[in-house]
């Protein structure tokens, strides 16, 4: 197949590398046009322009918002009704992801300093959540728990999801997904129009605080719309997996972690670095051979061949300064000592750490979060976690010698800014 051969030494490298590495994921007018009319409707008209667009771009025909809420019974039997392999890996999934989150909690503190002022930081969780889940044949019972489980550990007291069921088409890992999960109330709605009635509420759908989770660019865009009305966790472009290797894995294992971001979608990046020429060549007919094999191979063939690429880099410096540029979302560090080269690593959503790490293992019960930065905004974000579901206020308490101290500072810069009111109201509490 005709996926992109790359290499350092070539004076054109980093602008192809650019080039390569470039994702518009700004929506077009129409969507934009589309998104913001179903919004204005959703505000306007509430719950009965959320059953109409559910009706119309579903494919559903229900009467009212009632056949549309999912009862903790149901979720409950969809859980109890899963093959006993099924429930046994998804519960393990969901013990080690709660595991690992739980070492991201933060706590209050405070200090007292020498006169009695009291300065410090009191951390409270968000009181609601929404969690936009897939629906559908795409739906990915593995969303719910990285999006659900971070958000009961910050101590989020009410998670409302929404999954749309396209044809009324139901996933049942999903809904076990969220009675494992604790989710408190469950609606079968998506798109546009979810988003809208997460972020303004329904007399049906409550208002939240905050919405996480993945979905079409009618998903994405409407986040960007009411991103301010309530947080949102990011605006995630296509998968993507960056894979270091010395040549000394087996190509079979390299070829089929490549696959295993291709297979997403035609947009999905996978991209190989390694210092031997010979080693890729070796990559590249475990490719071609392998590829007839896989269930999604049309997807995985142009998604290799539009925006992956195998590439030859000097030595493993060279390939660890061509990966804090790309910044990528999942990097693959197959190599001899994985742990020394990751402390050079500036920029991942998340590294996975020598030859027996697949990154498949990630996404659905290593333990850490799956939600992590595309398109480069690892150079300046994380992975979703407990502290996204989670706020920090400032603690300040003075003394009374503290506040005659501190006052005399802040009356001087307050002066200096011309902000007299600051100033005297500081001075008040200056002792003569």
């Not at 300065?119 to 969303?143: E, H, N």
Request: charged share 25%; net charge negative; hydrophobic share 40%.
């Amino acid at each position: 197949m005709d996926i992109k051969r790359l290499n350092s030494a070539d004076e054109s490298f980093w602008s192809q590398l650019d080039q390569l590495l470039a994702w518009e994921s700004v929506s077009d007018e129409a969507v934009n046009a589309t998104v913001t009319g179903i919004i204005a409707d959703i505000r306007s008209r509430g719950d009965a322009a959320l059953v109409e667009y559910t009706n119309r771009f579903d494919r559903m025909s229900v009467a009212d918002m009632a056949e549309l809420e999912i009862p903790a019974p149901r979720l409950q039997q969809a859980l109890d009704g899963l093959p006993d392999d099924q429930r046994t890996a998804l519960q393990t999934a969901a013990d080690r992801v709660c595991s690992y989150h739980e070492h991201q909690k933060q706590d209050s503190w405070s200090y007292t300093e020498d006169d009695g002022t009291l300065l410090g930081q009191q951390i409270t969780p968000l009181d609601r959540v929404g969690l936009y889940v897939p629906g559908g044949k795409a739906a990915y019972p593995s969303s719910v728990l990285m999006n659900a489980i971070p958000a009961k550990v910050a101590g989020v007291e009410e998670l409302i999801m929404v999954v749309p069921t396209p044809d009324g088409e139901i996933n049942e890992l999903v809904f076990a997904a969220a009675a494992i999960c604790g989710v408190n109330r469950v609606f079968t709605v998506g798109g546009a129009q979810a988003v809208a009635a997460l972020a303004y509420g329904t007399d049906t759908v409550p208002q939240v605080d905050k919405i996480v989770g993945p979905g079409n660019i009618y998903v994405a865009t409407a986040k960007r719309h009411v991103f301010g009305t309530v947080g949102i966790d990011m605006i995630a472009g296509p998968s993507e997996i960056l894979v270091i290797c010395d040549g000394k894995t087996d190509p079979d294992w390299i070829a089929m972690d490549l696959f295993s971001q291709a297979e997403h979608d035609e947009d999905a990046q996978s991209i190989l670095l390694c210092p031997d020429a010979d080693y890729l060549d070796k990559v590249q007919s475990s490719i071609e051979r392998l590829l007839p094999t896989m269930e999604r191979a049309d997807i995985i063939h142009a998604s290799l061949t539009d925006r992956g690429a195998l590439v030859k880099v000097k030595d493993m410096d060279e390939a660890i300064t061509v990966s804090n540029h790309i910044a990528p979302e999942h990097l693959e560090l197959s190599v001899e000592d994985p742990e020394a080269l990751a402390k050079r690593v500036k920029h991942a959503g998340a590294i996975f750490m020598g030859r027996y790490t697949a990154e498949a293992l990630g996404d659905y019960c290593a333990g850490p979060n799956h939600v992590l930065p595309t398109s480069r905004t690892a150079r300046y974000s994380s992975p979703l976690g407990v502290y996204d579901f989670q706020k920090r206020s400032s603690l300040i308490m003075c003394s009374a010698e503290g506040a005659s101290e501190l006052g005399k500072t802040a009356s001087t810069l307050a002066r200096g800014e011309g902000l007299e009111a600051h100033a005297r109201s500081a001075e008040y509490r200056v002792k003569n």
